[in-house]
């Protein structure tokens, strides 16, 4: 997947590394959903959605440069927490990674159309004060990434693997969408994100893939995934973004209606100032007193206008969740400053109900530039 915005501010990190070991970042995520001191569940001030989303965090994350990433998914409260297992549906597609190098975003994700000969929603729990490590091997199979998706016993992406290079800015994100199964099994959702920075020394095997959507090897699932981009993305300094989501195909391309439950909470807005990334995501848990799954479709060669409002109501950052008609967050406007670095996500999962309607799902991004 490629979605590339000029214009983006690059980050000088305060992160560092030795060129013959993996990159170590401490503490990485520095988003409020990674807090090492999360508020207590007693503040009365912190409805549901807050104490599930500060409750997890990534801690440690080292990088290595031939594609393999582990990080710690950590539970700073006293009770245990319960994720997902990435052997089911509900967890197998959750992990995306995104790769700021020279002024462009390169987005990778899970490939979402897996298949498992069992598949029941089964998940791990993390102790009070405990974590669990995650390997996440972008050339190991199942990822989907510069225009192609590989299968699970693939290598790469179309015969090529990827390498972190030296400067590249490193962004893991856990992204976990609201299912009735989660609610009943009372497992995780939310999203949290860390950074690593790559330094010094010398990087191998450059990946320059370019992917053209004939090729024999390219699956359907490739070629829809392709044809959505974010373009003309620019963030206001009262906390607004706009942008269009093209439709590069020839052929007409639905995408949810912000209006339900599938299409409600798959933007997200990343956050980097001062060496520090913020989160923000729309509030999964909302209500509609009209829930079906309603789309709108983009013609071949068209664009769909998209206003996000993150003071508008319906948002989660800065370790609160606003509802409908709130505005901030926990009484407190967000603005956007000038040297901010701004990633914009729109991250759709798959459902049987994409499926059936033929509606676009995966994961793109693009950079925003603050005016």
């Known amino acids: 997947m490629r979605t590339f915005s000029y214009g983006l501010l690059i ?13 170590t970042s401490q503490n990485a995520s520095k988003t409020p959903y990674a807090s090492n001191t999360p508020r207590v569940a007693n503040d009365k001030s912190i409805n549901p959605s807050d104490k599930s ?35 089911n549906s509900w967890g197998a597609a959750c992990w995306r990674v995104l790769l700021i190098r020279s002024g462009r975003v390169e987005t990778f994700f899970q490939n979402p159309d897996q298949g498992f000969t069992m598949n029941v929603p ?3 729990e993390i102790a009070g004060g405990g974590h669990i490590e995650q390997k996440l091997d972008l050339n190991g199979g199942n990822w989907c990434g510069m225009g192609h998706c590989s299968i699970y016993n693939e290598r790469g992406f179309g015969g090529k693997k990827i390498s972190f290079e030296s ?24 999203v ?17 893939i370019r992917m053209n959507g004939n090729e024999k090897f390219v699956l359907p699932v490739e070629k829809s995934i392709n044809a959505l981009r974010i373009s003309n993305a620019l963030a206001s300094r009262t906390g607004f973004v706009t942008l269009q989501l093209e439709n590069f195909s020839q052929e007409p391309l639905k995408v949810w209606k912000g209006s339900n439950s599938w299409g409600a909470a798959c933007w997200r807005v990343f956050l980097i100032r001062n060496g520090t990334l913020e989160v923000f995501f729309q509030n999964p848990d909302q209500e509609f007193t009209k829930n079906g799954p309603g789309f709108n479709e983009i013609p071949g060669g068209g664009h769909l206008d998209q206003k996000l ?7 989660c950052g800065l370790g609160h969740c606003s509802i409908h008609s ?6 407190k406007k ?17 459902t049987q109900e994409a499926h059936d309607n033929h509606v676009w799902y995966g994961v793109i991004a693009a950079t925003a530039t603050v005016q």
């Open 326 to 331: 709130e505005r901030g967050f926990g009484g």
């Open 122 to 124: 089964t998940f791990n």
């Open 11 to 23: 980050l000088t990190s305060v992160l560092c590394s030795c060129a013959t070991s993996p990159v």
């Open 53 to 87: 989303i500060n409750s997890l965090g990534i801690g440690k994350v080292e990088v290595s440069r031939t594609g393999i990433i582990t990080a710690q998914v950590e539970n700073p409260l006293r009770e245990p927490i319960k994720v997902w297992q990435d052997s």
């Open 334 to 350: 967000f603005n956007f400053e000038p040297n901010d670095t701004v990633i914009v996500i729109y991250d759709v999962p798959v």
């Open 192 to 208: 949290i994100a860390a950074t690593a920075n790559i330094q010094d020394g010398k990087a191998s095997d450059r990946s320059s």
């Open 167 to 190: 400067n590249d800015i490193v962004i893991i994100v856990y992204d976990v969408p609201d299912t009735q199964e989660a609610r009943d099994i009372g497992v995780w959702y939310g």
């Open 309 to 315: 409002d993150l003071n508008g109501g319906n948002w």
